[in-house]
T-cell receptor, first 115, second 113 residues
Framework: NAGVTQTPKFQVLKTGQSMTLQCAQDMNHEYMSWYRQDPGMGLRLIHYSVGAGITDQGEVPNGYNVSRSTTEDFPLRLLSAAPSQTSVYFC??????????????FGEGSWLTVV | AQSVTQLDSQVPVFEEAPVELRCNYSSSVSVYLFWYVQYPNQGLQLLLKYLSGSTLVKGINGFEAEFNKSQTSFHLRKPSVHISDTAEYFCAVGSGSARQLTFGSGTQLTVLP
């Protein structure tokens, strides 16, 4: 009963380092997305994918890259981490567009600190 | 474009008291509306959603929300809260064309003994 699995749960990076947040879902969902959550700002969409090989930018894409080589996986890459990227990151998936009315399933979050 | 405003960032309430968490939205087209709950150190889970039909929507854990089109609101209510309801609550809106949801900034509900 895994659902959406994110790793790592906690990470500390130095400014300029790179890393990848992993996300996997076992529900055969076409739609996957990455959000960041900052105090007082709710969830903001970083990137999303409507299927394998197809990605698009969300509200705050700068500094992040994504790819979708399989239906199950949707990794988020930080190429050169900055303190402004300190945040909690959530991966999510759904069987249809996120605003179609179907439920979006969220992972448990990845806490990232950039020093 | 669509947007969501949650009018209260913090709502403290005593156990067994009623609570209302307010949400207003703006959208130029018909919308779907959602409430999600986030318990400490966890992801978000769906409380309830409005797609169409009856404007009063019942969700899990005794919560309900009423869709008011004229006031563009979707307030969340519970007649008697428990300590375990302490969490952050997010209102979200989707229009069917934006492909993704737009979330409000969240309301921290703290239930006091």
């Amino acid at each position: 009963n895994a659902g959406v699995t994110q790793t790592p749960k906690f990470q500390v990076l130095k400014t300029g380092q790179s890393m990848t947040l992993q996300c996997a879902q076992d529900m055969n969902h076409e739609y996957m997305s990455w959000y960041r959550q900052d105090p007082g700002m709710g969830l903001r969409l970083i990137h999303y994918s409507v299927g394998a090989g197809i990605t698009d930018q969300g509200e705050v894409p700068n500094g992040y890259n994504v790819s979708r080589s399989t239906t199950e996986d949707f990794p988020l890459r930080l190429l050169s981490a900055a303190p402004s990227q300190t945040s909690v990151y959530f991966c999510a998936s759904s069987s249809s567009p996120g605003d179609s009315g179907n439920t979006i399933y969220f992972g448990e979050g990845s806490w990232l600190t950039v020093v | 474009a669509q947007s969501v405003t949650q009018l209260d960032s913090q709502v403290p309430v005593f156990e067994e008291a009623p609570v209302e968490l307010r949400c207003n939205y703006s959208s130029s087209v018909s919308v779907y509306l959602f409430w999600y709950v986030q318990y400490p150190n966890q992801g978000l889970q769906l409380l309830l959603k409005y797609l169409s039909g009856s404007t009063l929507v019942k969700g899990i854990n005794g919560f309900e929300a009423e869709f008011n089109k004229s006031q563009t609101s979707f307030h969340l209510r519970k007649p008697s809260v428990h300590i375990s309801d302490t969490a952050e609550y997010f209102c979200a809106v989707g229009s069917g064309s934006a492909r993704q949801l737009t979330f409000g900034s969240g309301t921290q509900l703290t239930v006091l003994p």
